[in-house]
């Protein structure tokens, strides 16, 4: 794929170049080398607009740091889908900066403009609206690993206390709270009858406030 056309900064030409070999779902996680990969696409773009800022002397305002998703999944957006990688790096960064009210109203656009989404780019959907779940709620990040999800919340979550206790008795068998100044929650998938990021999906929006 030539990105030549695109006249775009060299950046974004190495982001896209990530996004298209690898796909987002990988890039939003922790198996990539570089320096792109290791922060993740929205967090570089940030960081560019935030030294562009800088070079012209524009003040910006402190945001809270994006959430990190790190689940294993097949998310991109196939060449048989959409091939023009202009419309390819835009929808990349519409799944980068989704707030999660807006999930529905970009699937339906995704629908309108490209036809019904492979699995593929479903699963980036869904891995995009849970991260912006985790925007509302501040969660620091999600990571799923040895037989395990780890739900990291910040120190000021949006979260509702009676609900989180209500989740960890549903699932005291399997669930660990730990305490601090951004405390966490540990489930241990084994045996569980959902994969991961669906139980995510089912039982993240309960913990709105």
Known sequence: MTLRSLDLGSGYKI??????????GNLLGAEQHGHIAGIGFATYCQML??????????????????????????????????????????LYRRFADLEYAEREDLLD??????????????????????KGLCRALGIRGI???????????????????EA???????????????????????LKTTGLKQEPLEWLEENLPSLAL
């Open 49 to 90: 607009e935030e030294t562009i800022n800088r070079l012209k002397n524009i003040k910006t305002v402190e945001q809270e740091p994006d959430p990190v998703i790190e689940i294993t999944v097949d998310a991109y957006i196939p060449n048989e889908y959409i091939q023009n990688p202009r419309y390819k790096l835009e």
């Open 143 to 161: 990571s799923v690993h040895n037989n395990s999800i780890y739900i990291t919340f910040q120190e000021h979550s949006r979260v509702n206390p």
């Open 15 to 24: 982001a896209l170049r990530d996004l298209e070999i690898r796909g987002a």
């Open 164 to 186: 989180t206790m209500k989740l960890i008795d549903k699932y005291h068998n399997r669930i660990v709270y730990k305490s601090g100044k951004e405390p966490q929650l540990i």
């Open 109 to 130: 656009e995704i629908i309108d403009r490209f036809g019904n989404p492979p699995e593929e780019v479903m699963t980036l959907w869904r891995i995009a609206t849970l």
